[in-house]
């Protein structure tokens, strides 16, 4: 169940989510705070072995300005051969920087404002809130940063967003298209095939 409190004093949301992930091998909780367009949120992702993919633990802390737009995500990631981290920030300018242990890399990632952590139910109403995608409302080739783990390849995806009726809202990238239910505050209730809010 999800709970919601607001505040006089706060007026903005905060929450605690959590997703399971349909084959029951993935969940990921965040604690939720939305002020207007701002959100910063803290999170954790914890997925089982797959056939194509290695057990792993990922925590992550996403900040963005008061227009929706990613400022900085940071996460830490744990598998059985070890510990890492990376750091993304955008700076006023537009430009993007990617920091690990090793290396730091600069880009403009095609001008993308928002930043999709790759199966995140979380990250993916990100562009939904940020870009105002309701009944309706067609964005196309919005670039979104695109962070895959557990391997932290990372790069500029074109994703188009169609917002349909009853808080459907369909992704369209170039792995093909998913189907998300989101709530009014951009929270994503259902996660095609892939995760749901419980």
């Keep these: 169940m999800t709970s919601f409190d607001a505040s006089p004093a706060d007026p903005g949301v905060k929450a605690m989510l959590t997703w399971r992930g349909v084959d029951g091998d993935r969940l990921e909780q965040v604690r939720l705070n939305l002020s207007g367009s701002r959100v910063?949120?803290?999170g954790r992702i914890v997925a089982a072995a797959t056939e194509t993919t290695e057990a792993y633990s990922a925590s992550y802390e996403l900040v963005t300005n008061d227009s929706g737009v990613t400022r900085r995500l940071s996460?830490?990631?744990?598998?059985?051969?070890?510990?890492?981290?990376?750091d993304i920030s955008r700076d006023m300018d537009g430009r993007w920087?990617?920091?690990?242990?090793?290396?730091?890399?600069?880009?403009?990632f095609d001008g993308?404002?928002?930043?999709?952590l790759e199966l995140s139910p979380f990250f993916k109403g990100l562009p939904v809130r940020r870009f105002?995608?309701?009944?309706g409302v067609r964005r196309d080739d919005i670039p979104v940063v695109t962070l895959r783990l557990p391997d932290c390849e990372i790069d500029s995806v074109p994703k188009s967003y169609v917002g349909l009726a009853d808080g459907r809202v369909t992704v369209i990238g170039?792995?093909?298209?998913?189907?998300l239910e989101v709530d009014d505050a951009g929270i994503v209730r259902d996660y095609g095939g892939i995760a749901t809010l419980i």
Excluded at 97 to 108: E, H, K, P
Excluded at 112 to 116: L, M, N, Y
Excluded at 174 to 179: A, F, Q, Y
Aim: proline share 2%; net charge negative.
């Design 132 to 135: 105002g995608i309701a009944e």
């Design 75 to 86: 996460v830490r990631l744990l598998r059985a051969g070890g510990e890492s981290s990376i």
């Design 112 to 116: 993308a404002e928002v930043i999709d």
């Design 174 to 179: 170039p792995n093909g298209s998913r189907e």
């Design 40 to 42: 910063r949120a803290y």
């Design 97 to 108: 920087m990617v920091q690990t242990s090793t290396s730091t890399v600069r880009s403009d």
